[in-house]
């Protein structure tokens, strides 16, 4: 799928990528391009949009501050003006993506014909590819209420559910008649979404087939006005919101801003007292409240955040994993940010009772993840992508749910060695010295992981993830988030924490959650800036000590904050606009809370600390000059603050007038009083910034192996292939074969590189057994089946598992020889859809005392208890001969459901791997 590049997004592509690793000094760029004396200074500029004191041009359009409580703008979404009539859909039985290949679109040209206002596909048979060859004339859009009649032939599956009772899908997967629902239509035009799984939630995107012929029909409206994308022309302040610190400097814009995002703080703010999310998001979500806490809330709000953490814990005292991929935890890990967020309120308040109430639940929720989700090899902990938590929006297409709870990511094992950090100084304030030195051994040993498996010499920078199956590998893709927290939480330090600022890519209107981009996904996630993001980047450039990517950092918030109005959740990094993707809303806690927290903690500098507030401000040559924020609260002290000057070097510090040493507010101050900074003046040394062009990646490559040879698709703009054997490189070749030489068992992967050097994902996993072996156990054999109705199991029957039922399953097996084995199950799960809810069963595979792993089992559709899969593997060394195995539900494997923790069980395999 491509996106259209709009003029404003492209006008300095090529001055981009050839001023990569050769920053300007902030002075040398404003006196080399402003403009007229009279003229408000210039701070930044690019190809795409410029920043002054008091304004943001981008092209055409102006936002200006009129106050320091009014600002104006003119912008207007390309989106709404220029949408293609070319429509690309495909079709989805129970909100799947399982009618057509990756990168295989149906595609219509929706140009009615002359006297007709309405658009009719052909009569198109599911799985057959249709694309129409009308061609588009120049400049010619989609006309708006566009009528769009969409008809689909489904007899083909209705045939197979009569004659076999499943239909098998391009994947080879079998969908049984009784778990057959809903067939939808998914696409990339509004009302279409590609969001395949919330499609359940849009009726108006169902087929239907009121007479029963096998004909399904929908008909919908295109480009309605309704639905175009637009945001407000000014912002007046409304809301008193004097109580809270007030910011003055030289620069209108960014202290209306400020006063705006103040407001939106206070409209985050529900009846009860918790924050709620965004304009668009109602309720309590644990990541959003704990990033914003970490960001500005704490120093804003801190007993409404004190509030809205504790309305995540559950009633067994955990940490709720409110949303991610499959039924929550632990396929998603990253709910233990709420611990960082709960330290930062003490560090801001100092208040103990705080401290003893959250103890406990992080300590817990800790132990929990160590027993089901710390990987004892690697040193790494599993889970999906903190925040990133759309399956396909940043990772390969074929990875379900039980994939990526094996994979380990960047950003979810900074923010776990953070935990174990925090966890450790809470104990040793609360005198449990043993916890203490327990906590930093395993946050050392998670820092140890991530340096030695995700570190990628060539680019500078951390990968995104390990991912795979019995043998994992590297994603070189960079994630933001990831590469942010690595640095601010000392992951990463001294020059390998300068060389990932200097070296991460940035794009030109900000950086981007991943980079390269996915083909053939919509912005998201994918080719996609998040505001909050873009603030933790700016915190991490800051410590690093480079200028040059904290200035721009700043402007790539300050730009869709001032031209939308808001402080919106995204903008798709392809052209800056907040239309396009996916999801986005207004008043966003996290974007709103970042753009406070760039005033309190990078222009002011504030670094909270348990016994003191120290102030390292970081003030760009650019935005020099002298601002005061006053009224700023710490614990029983008010204070007025006044940065003076430029850098990141303090010249002088006083308060009341007198020296402060350290640079250090003590806790115990009280009353109202004066400090006053004067920084050096004086820049930081010059440090690279690796601005490129938004690319993209191949399409990862669809493979298969017979007669002793894989072969797989070829992908258009692919130069070259490489094949991985067991996670480890095997050959680089430009042909789509590779012949598989005779052995033991391996697991096959390819990865397709094009002209700029930039990898695919590795294609999903292939094991050739070769003479290896493996052995399944039919559980129904050992244990009384199941009588339920489902299908699609082998062998005589299944077996049930549940909080009750089956509580602990003793397995015999009988191991051939000495040697690594993956242990998996063949289960399935129909208590929820694979993207949300709270159900993932969970259980502890041991053999005798020793636990060899934690064996997850994600939702795999609602109701769809004929859908098998198999969970995620269990390696373990075996020696030869009789061994008993037990599947039990301990208490660390509740999960956020608590009541369901259910999957039905075909039979354990056995499989030798080395």
Request: proline share 7%; aromatic share 10%; hydrophobic share 40%.
């Amino acid at each position: 799928m491509k996106y259209r590049s709009f003029p404003l997004g492209v006008l300095a592509a090529a001055t981009l990528l050839s001023a990569c690793h050769t920053p300007k000094p902030a002075a040398t760029m404003v006196s080399s391009t402003a403009a007229s004396a009279t003229e408000a200074p210039l701070i930044w500029k690019s190809g795409e949009y410029a920043l002054y004191a008091d304004r943001v041009e981008q092209g055409p359009y102006v936002a200006r501050a009129v106050s320091r409580t009014e600002l104006t703008s003119n912008y207007q979404s390309p989106a709404n003006e220029f949408q293609s009539p070319q429509i690309d859909f495909k079709f989805s039985l129970n909100g799947k993506d399982n009618e057509l290949a990756p990168g295989q679109n149906h595609r219509l040209v929706a140009l009615p014909k002359p006297g007709n206002t309405e658009v009719e596909t052909p009569l198109l048979t599911f799985g057959q590819h249709y694309v129409d060859q009308t061609p588009v004339p120049s400049n010619t859009y989609l006309a708006p209420n566009t009528k769009l009649k969409i008809r689909l032939d489904l007899r083909p599956v209705l045939a197979a559910f009569k004659k076999q009772g499943y239909y098998t899908t391009y994947r080879g997967e079998k969908l049984y008649q009784q778990d057959f629902k809903h067939v939808f239509v998914a696409g990339n035009t509004a009302p279409l979404s590609w969001d395949f799984d919330n499609l359940v939630n849009k009726p108006e995107l169902e087929l239907k087939d009121p007479d029963g012929d096998g004909i399904y029909e929908v008909t919908l409206v295109l480009n309605a006005p309704t639905a175009a994308k637009t945001t407000a022309g000014q912002w007046q302040q409304t809301i008193n919101t004097a109580d809270f610190p007030q910011l003055k400097s030289p620069y209108p814009l960014l202290d209306a801003l400020y006063n705006l995002s103040l407001e939106e703080a206070r409209r985050a703010v529900e009846p009860d007292s918790t924050f709620r999310t965004g304009k668009e998001w109602a309720g309590v979500w644990t990541r959003d409240i704990s990033y914003s806490i970490i960001l500005a809330q704490a120093t804003l709000q801190p007993q409404v955040a004190m509030n809205s953490l504790l309305r995540k814990v559950s009633p067994e005292g955990r940490i709720i994993q409110d949303t991610g991929t499959g039924g929550a935890y632990p396929c998603s890990t990253d709910r233990i940010i709420w611990a960082t967020a709960a330290w930062e309120i003490y560090k801001v308040t100092g208040d103990p009772a705080w401290l003893r109430q959250v103890y406990p639940i992080i300590k817990k929720s800790i132990e929990d993840d160590q027993q089901n989700a710390y990987d004892a090899q690697s040193g790494l902990v599993r889970g999906e992508s903190s925040f990133l938590d759309w399956r396909e929006q940043t990772y390969p297409r074929w990875m379900q749910p039980v994939d990526i709870y094996q994979s380990e990511n960047l950003g979810t094992n900074a923010v776990h060695f953070q935990a174990n950090q925090v966890l450790a100084q809470m104990a040793e304030q609360l005198g449990e010295a043993a916890v203490a030195t327990k906590h930093r051994a395993l946050a050392a040993r998670i820092k140890q992981g991530i340096n030695q498996h995700l570190w990628l010499d060539k680019q500078g920078y951390y990968g995104q993830f390990l991912y795979g199956r019995t043998s994992l590998v590297v994603s070189p893709r960079a994630e933001a988030l990831g590469e942010a927290l690595s640095v601010l939480f000392g992951v990463a330090e001294g020059s390998r924490a300068q060389q990932i600022i200097a070296q991460t890519p940035t794009t030109p209107y900000g950086i981007a959650c991943i980079y390269p981009q996915i083909p053939g996904i919509p912005p998201y996630h994918n080719n996609a800036v998040w505001p909050f993001v873009q603030s933790f980047w700016t915190l991490a450039a800051a410590k690093a000590g480079n200028e040059q990517a904290v200035l721009e950092s700043l402007a790539a918030i300050y730009r869709p904050a001032a031209v939308f109005l808001t402080n919106k959740e995204n903008y798709v990094a392809q052209n800056g606009d907040f239309a396009g993707t996916q999801i986005n809303s207004s008043n966003m806690l996290w974007s709103l809370s970042g753009s406070l927290g760039m005033v309190y903690k990078v222009l002011f500098g504030m670094d909270f600390q348990p016994d003191r507030l120290v102030f390292r401000p970081f003030v760009p040559q650019a935005l020099q000059g002298s601002r005061q924020l006053t009224g700023f609260k710490y614990r029983g002290a008010v204070l007025d603050i006044d940065v003076q000057g430029f850098g990141n070097e303090i010249s002088t510090i006083t308060l009341d007038g007198q020296p402060l040493p350290d640079a250090a507010v003590p806790a115990t101050l009280t009353g109202q009083h004066q400090v006053r900074i004067v920084l050096r003046s004086q820049a930081p040394a010059a440090a690279a910034v690796n601005r490129v062009a938004n690319l993209f990646s191949p399409e990862t490559p669809s493979v298969t192996y017979a007669n002793g040879r894989l072969t797989w698709t070829p992908q258009a703009d692919a130069k070259a292939y490489q094949v991985l054997r067991n996670g480890q490189f095997a050959a680089r070749t430009t042909e789509t074969s590779f012949v598989v030489p005779a052995g033991s068992y391996a697991e096959y992967q390819v990865v397709a590189l094009n002209g700029h050097g930039l990898e695919s994902f590795a294609s999903e996993p292939l094991p050739v057994r070769g003479n290896g072996f493996s052995r399944e156990t039919q559980l129904e054999t050992i244990i009384p089946k199941a009588a339920l109705p489902y299908k699609g199991f082998s062998g005589a029957g299944f077996v049930e598992i549940s909080t009750t039922t089956n509580q602990t399953l003793t397995i015999p097996v009988v191991v051939p020889a000495d040697g690594l084995y993956a242990i998996d199950f063949r289960y399935a799960n129909g208590n929820g859809p694979i993207n949300t809810n709270n159900q993932c069963a969970i259980r502890t595979l041991r053999l005798g005392d020793q636990q060899l792993g934690t064996v997850v089992l994600p939702q795999r559709g609602v109701d769809e208890w004929s859908n098998w899969g198999f969970s995620n593997p269990v390696t373990v060394r075996l020696k030869k001969g009789s061994q008993v195995l037990t599947l039990a539900y301990e208490p660390a494997n509740t999960n956020m459901n608590g009541a369901v923790n259910q999957a039905m069980l075909d039979y354990l395999r056995l499989t030798r791997i080395q």
